[in-house]
Structures are given as C-alpha cells and as structure tokens.
C-alpha cells in the first residue's frame, strides 16, 4: 500500500527539541521530493519545508527557518524534521506530504502527529 | 501567512452547486502557477482533489471542477451532497517569497 506514515509528536515545553519522521512505503521514495506541512488547531494549512530528493535542494518557512531542520534517508525511505527552540506557536499537527510527478502537487499525505508545545 | 485568499465559508442544500473563490496575485496564481485543491474532511489528512488548475485525480468524483482565469481560481461542486461537508484549500507556487508554496486560507462547506 502506497502511504506515508508520521511519528515523532509529542508535548514538549518552551525551548525544547523534538524529531518528527514519516516513513514512506509502497513507492519509490528517492524518486520524490518531500514536504512537511503543519496545521494548527482550528486553522488552515502552512508549508513548513521542502527537500528534493537527491541533489540537496532545501527550503524553509520564514517562521521556522534557523530552527528546524528537512532531512532524508533514502536507504530507509525516510524524511525527518528536526525542530529546536520550539515555541507555543508551532503547537500543530505536522504533515508529510509527497510532491507528485505534477509539479508543486501535494498528492499523497501522512496521517499528521500532533505536536504541543507548552509548559 | 496565507497569501490566496478563500472565502471563510459556503453552503448549500443537498442537490444545489457552490463556488470557492481563491485570489492570489501577479507572483502566484497570475504568474500562471498552477493551482491546486484539496478536500478536507474533519479529523483528517487532506486529501488531492485537483491539480494543476482543473485536473482530477483517479477517483475523484466529476461533480469536482476547477478553473483559474487571471489572478484567480475557482472550485465548484455540483450535485452537493452531505459528504462533501469538508475543509477545503487551494494552494500554488510563489515566485516573490522564500517560502515558495503557498496555501489559501481555507473554506469550510457546509450541506444544510
């Protein structure tokens, strides 16, 4: 089954670190580039990150950038988020989201892991 | 911030046909980046409902249809029914931000 799965969420306070991954199966992950997307409660969505999926291209959000950081383990058909210096307002649920062969098309999403930031 | 701007909310009755606006500007939509749509449904993932301005993906029922003229773009739905009660986002490219994709600022639908 083609699908994308988050884990990594979690509370944590003020100024801490936390390492979302999403776990690709059923398709050619290194062929993708991928995406985390966020959602905080009761509000639309935000682009957070972007990574190609090979030649080392990464973009940020201005609201994240310094802060967290896009990975990818194409061994492991694996993407990664690792965010510091988290603040209440990144208190989302994260998406992963794979960039199909329509560019800028988001057209496969993780289930999302929830993140609270707060004291 | 969101730079497509979506109506907060439409409805209509079972049967009836609605339109969700989403306005960009000349770095997005009117630059002739294609728009998206993605369909919501609550406690859920989004999911791809049109790309690249008014395509459907395999399974997308046909009562879905898109259209982008100038700065913007356009989702109806025809033939309404109670499971299209969904969150619903455009999205495109930015070429003037450094956040280079951007989403609209979301409409909910509601059947009556």
């Known amino acids: 089954e083609v699908q994308l799965v988050e884990s990594g969420g979690g509370l944590v306070q003020p100024g801490g670190s936390l390492r979302l991954s999403c776990a690709a199966s059923?398709?050619?992950?290194?062929?993708?580039?991928m995406n985390w997307v966020r959602q905080a409660p009761g509000k639309g969505l935000e682009w957070v990150s972007y990574?190609?999926?090979?030649?080392?291209?990464?973009y940020y959000a201005d609201s994240v950038k310094g802060r967290f950081t896009i990975s990818r383990d194409n061994a492991k058909n694996s993407l990664y988020l690792q965010m510091n210096s988290l603040r209440a307002e990144d208190t989302a649920v994260y998406y992963c989201?794979?960039?199909?062969?329509?560019?800028?098309?988001?057209?496969?999403w993780g289930q999302g892991t929830l993140v609270t930031v707060s004291s | 911030q969101s730079v497509l701007t979506q109506p907060p909310s439409v409805s209509g009755a079972p049967g009836q046909r609605v339109t969700i606006s989403c306005t960009g500007s000349?770095?997005?939509?009117?630059?002739?980046?294609?728009v998206h749509w993605y369909q919501q449904l609550p406690g859920t993932a989004p999911k791809l409902l049109i790309y690249?301005?008014?395509n459907r993906p395999s399974g997308v029922s046909d009562r879905f249809s898109g259209s982008k003229s100038g700065t913007s773009a356009s989702l109806a739905i025809t033939g309404l029914q109670a499971e299209d009660e969904a969150d619903y986002y455009c999205q495109s490219y930015d070429s003037s931000l450094s956040a280079p994709y951007v989403f609209g600022t979301g409409t909910k639908v509601t059947v009556l």
């Open positions: 690249g301005n008014s």
């Open positions: 989201a794979r960039e199909g062969n329509v560019w800028t098309t988001f057209d496969l």
């Open positions: 990574i190609s999926s090979s030649d080392g291209t990464i």
């Open positions: 059923g398709f050619t992950f290194s062929s993708y580039e």
């Open positions: 000349s770095s997005n939509i009117g630059a002739g980046y294609d």
